[in-house]
């Protein structure tokens, strides 16, 4: 049979230009997201020079308004209310012992 020869050239060089193509978008994705890295590095720290203030210190307690006190313990109560709510969404199958059932199943 001379469906897959190891002496056919075709072969290896289709198997060679196959590994060239993959490792090539390998090296490309690589590259695409150390590019991605960069942008969100220089984005935050943007951010971040916004945040501080003139004398670049960063805004401590002492000098946040009533508003972002409120803000913050808002966030902090919604994030542990969801964490005790998360069991709510599971659902809890009991089994029931039915004649129908008995049929199926002669176990019980």
Request: without cysteine; glycine residues 4%.
């Amino acid at each position: 049979m001379y469906f897959l020869s190891i002496t056919d050239p075709q072969n290896w060089l289709l198997a060679g230009i196959s590994m060239l193509v993959v490792f090539s978008i390998l090296v490309i994705l690589v590259a695409i997201l150390n590019i991605f890295s960069l942008v969100s590095k220089k984005q935050t720290s943007i951010k971040t020079k916004a945040v501080k203030g003139s004398t670049g210190e960063s805004k401590g307690l002492e000098k946040a308004s009533e508003e972002d006190k409120a803000a913050v313990a808002t966030a902090l109560y919604l994030y542990f209310e969801e964490i005790n709510n998360s069991e709510s969404r599971v659902l809890t199958i009991s089994p029931y012992n039915s004649a129908w059932g008995a049929q199926l199943n002669p176990r019980l």
